[in-house]
């Protein structure tokens, strides 16, 4: 099946510092990228979707001055957390869809110190 | 159902017992329900999914019931073994059929599976 991955899978960073994560399709292309994010034994908020060539469509509430989405190419779609604050420590997941299914990247874990 | 909480239902099961875990979605308009596994500090895994014309979809050990009236969805797993262990998630989406994104996720059910 299709593989989506992430980079990195883990990140720690101080506080007020940015945090950019990756997300790549591997062998398809991907005009649709989605970004979730996850807290510790809760389910996955949709926080943005990420348009190949456009802007990206933010969720109510999500600020998209402090989570910067690139969709640059069909198999990259960038998140940047900004001026990251400890509340910002989640497990950000990315989806990619292909006509017919969307498949999930491993997930990334970022810890704001 | 569809809220979010801080804590997961959880069902613990023998290994070789069938298990069942439940959903209920709240956007009567969705029509494509999909289920996915979860395994600790891993993206979510495709198990199976069904559309809003049917009500009982089957894979291999898995089967998915839908009930529209009472807009609740089940996945129901047999023989059930400790590699099932994992949180389950259900999804909908109601983009009319044409477009599979902007999943809704469920709430969530953690399974464990004691040899």
């Known amino acids: 099946g299709a593989v989506v991955s992430q980079h990195p899978s883990r990140v720690i960073c101080k506080s007020g510092t940015s945090v950019k994560i990756e997300c790549r399709s591997l062998?398809?292309?991907?005009?649709?990228m989605f970004w979730y994010r996850q807290f510790p034994k809760q389910s996955l908020m949709l926080m943005a979707t990420?348009?190949?060539?456009?802007?990206?469509?933010?969720e109510q509430g999500v600020e998209k001055d402090k989570f910067l989405i690139n969709h640059a190419s069909l198999t990259l779609s960038t998140l940047t957390v900004t001026s990251a604050h400890p509340e910002d420590s989640s497990f950000y997941i990315c989806?990619?869809?292909?006509?017919?299914?969307?498949?999930f990247g491993p997930g990334t874990r970022l810890t704001v110190t | 159902g569809e809220s979010v909480g801080l804590h997961l239902p959880t069902l613990s099961v023998q290994e070789g017992d069938n298990s069942i875990i439940n959903c209920a979605y709240s956007?009567?308009?969705?029509?494509?329900f999909i289920w996915y596994k979860q395994e600790s500090g891993k993206g979510p895994q495709f198990i199976i999914d069904?559309?809003?014309?049917?009500d009982k979809r089957q894979g291999q050990r898995v089967t998915v019931l839908l009930n529209k009236t009472v807009k609740h969805l089940s996945l129901q797993i047999a023989a059930t073994q400790p590699g099932d262990s994992a949180v389950y998630f259900c999804?909908?989406?109601?983009?009319?059929?044409?477009?599979?994104?902007?999943?809704?996720f469920g709430q969530g059910t953690i399974l464990t599976v004691h040899p």
């Open positions: 069904i559309r809003s014309n049917m």
């Open positions: 989806s990619a869809f292909s006509p017919g299914e969307e498949y």
């Open positions: 999804a909908e989406n109601n983009a009319g059929g044409t477009s599979y994104g902007k999943l809704t």
């Open positions: 956007n009567s308009a969705s029509d494509y």
């Open positions: 990420s348009n190949e060539g456009s802007k990206a469509t933010y």
């Open positions: 062998d398809f292309q991907a005009t649709t």
